[in-house]
């Protein structure tokens, strides 16, 4: 995987000042210039299309935390967001004492927009349903009737990456590694790359190459979805998604949406 270098190209789109006024027109709420001041700080994370690492709707790895926590105090998550006219997508999250404030910007060939300043309370994060669904605990600040629609829309996507991230690295398997970072261009005044990380998924012992063993319950070859595991002493681990009894009795054809 290759880094994105969005928070590059955000503020390259904005280096000029007439881009900063037309902003402040747009949005007028929006104190831009922070905002893109605020991301030289951030420790990077380049992610899969789409945000997600594991999929891993019921949150196992959060669900019994008591506090929520990021890895850094601020970080950025950065992605593509498949079949959407804003394909790029830029989330900074900072801790702060109660909260997780984030601040999702979209952006597509042309143009970068802050659309959403949000915030998560590090205390009851997340709320169990009736019908035992998620919902999470998101306000929404400074929203433009203008770009409600996506304000909405973005509010929840950039909620929904930052805790599957999070719910990632609650498993002991999943480990952070730094990309090799590009060499500057010689280019007088450009930009330096940033330093970004991935999040790499160790293969539980046992699980070989996809393949494992059976039961009584489980004699003909299925697709097991990839999980979390709880382990005897405490900790848990994701467990990717394997054939189970591969070429045994008949074979099941099913599908899984992997995100």
């Known amino acids: 995987m ?28 929006m104190p831009v210039d922070v905002l893109i001041k ?5 420790v990077k994370f380049t992610l899969p299309n789409d945000g997600k690492i594991i ?14 926590r990021l890895p850094y105090k601020d970080i950025v998550l950065e992605f593509v967001l ?25 952006g597509t060939d042309n143009a970068w927009l802050p659309f ?8 009851n994060f997340i709320r169990v349903n009736a019908d035992n669904s998620l919902s999470f605990a998101v306000q929404r600040h400074l929203i433009e009737e203008k770009y409600k ?19 990632a690295l609650a498993c002991s398997n ?27 998924i160790d293969r539980p012992a046992g699980t070989g190459n996809g393949h ?22 405490g900790s848990k681990i994701w467990v990717n998604a394997a054939v189970i009894n591969a070429g045994a009795g008949g074979k099941i054809r099913k599908q899984y949406a992997m995100g």
């Open 2 to 29: 290759e880094p994105l270098n969005f928070c590059r190209q955000i503020k390259k789109s904005y280096a000029e000042s007439w881009r900063l006024d037309y902003i402040k027109k747009e949005l007028p709420k």
């Open 212 to 233: 494992a063993g059976g039961s009584h319950r489980s004699p003909r070859e299925h697709l097991r979805r990839g999980h979390i595991r709880r382990l005897s002493t």
């Open 82 to 106: 498949v079949g959407s006219r804003l394909k790029k997508i830029v989330i900074h999250a900072i801790e702060d004492e109660s909260r997780i404030v984030i601040c999702v910007w979209g």
């Open 149 to 167: 629609t996506e304000m909405n829309l973005l509010s929840g996507l950039g909620a929904d990456t930052l805790l599957s991230f999070l719910n």
């Open 55 to 68: 999929v891993d709707t019921k949150l196992k790895g959060l669900i019994d935390i008591t506090e929520l």
């Open 116 to 123: 959403v300043l949000a915030s998560i309370p590090k205390i």
């Open 174 to 200: 999943v480990h952070t590694e730094k990309l090799p970072t590009r060499k500057p261009s010689k280019t007088l005044g450009a930009l330096p790359f940033d330093e970004y990380h991935v999040l790499t």
């Open 38 to 42: 605020g991301l030289d700080s951030a």
